[in-house]
């Protein structure tokens, strides 16, 4: 079992949907959950972090938390053409020594 | 205030040579942090320095090394380079080592080996 896991993609969703993107992870002692949005030839940028369970907003994006489950999902509200990429679940595990762990990304694609 | 900086941006080298990426951290930050990003991979973590000390490492096998400068710069080496090692190669400095700080990554160095 991968320690981070996320559907490759792509996903596809019109413009003004909503997107959702999900994640698990293995470590249940995992305690700092972060989403980056990664370009195409560009490097990750953070655009939500969440450290308890239950839901966080900033503007357009929700990440939501369960860790009984060990899911973290991040939703895009009014999806826009812009936000077309690839999205990196990371996790900082409680064990090790490893900054963050990441999953593969899902591709974004979101159609005028 | 700058942020993390990556040089060179793009190389080619061939199999069996060697290679030194660098990176200058965000001002402010003590730690840094490398990961190798293959296409079509997330990142994954080679190592991470701390006060110029190697604070963690991945499973990465001992030619890829590196240091961190008192000014808490950083390079990236490998030697013998293979095939496989043609990737993405980011940097990312943190305000500290322990683990819930954020990362802040730069633009990254992509290496093709021929």
């Known amino acids: 079992q991968k320690e981070v896991e996320q559907n490759s993609g792509p996903l596809s969703v019109p413009e003004g949907a909503i997107a959702s993107l999900n994640c698990t992870y293995s470590?249940?002692?995992?305690?700092?959950f972060f989403w980056y949005r990664q370009y195409s030839g560009k490097s990750p940028e953070l655009i939500m972090s969440i450290y308890s369970n239950g839901d966080k907003e900033d503007g357009r994006f929700t990440a939501q938390l369960n860790k009984a489950s060990q899911y973290v999902s991040l939703l895009i509200r009014d999806s826009q053409p812009s936000d077309s990429a690839t999205y990196l679940c990371a996790v900082i595990r409680q064990s090790g020594n490893t900054p963050l762990v990441f999953g593969k990304g899902t591709r974004l694609s979101v159609i005028a | 205030e700058t942020g993390v900086t990556q040089s060179p941006t793009h190389l080619i080298k061939t199999r069996g040579q060697q290679v030194t990426l660098r990176c200058s951290s965000q001002?402010?930050?003590?730690?840094v942090s490398w990961y190798q990003q293959a296409l079509g991979q997330g990142p994954q973590f080679i190592f991470q320095y701390y006060r110029e000390e190697e604070n963690g490492r991945g499973n990465f096998p001992p030619r890829f090394s590196g240091l961190q400068f008192p000014n808490y710069s950083s390079e990236l080496n490998v030697n013998a380079l293979e095939l496989d090692d043609s990737a993405l190669y980011l940097c990312?400095?943190?305000?500290?080592?322990?683990?819930?700080?954020?990362?802040?990554f730069g633009a990254g160095s992509r290496l093709t080996v021929l």
């Open positions: 990312a400095s943190s305000l500290d080592a322990a683990g819930a700080n954020v990362l802040t």
């Open positions: 001002s402010g930050h003590n730690t």
């Open positions: 470590d249940r002692g995992s305690q700092s």
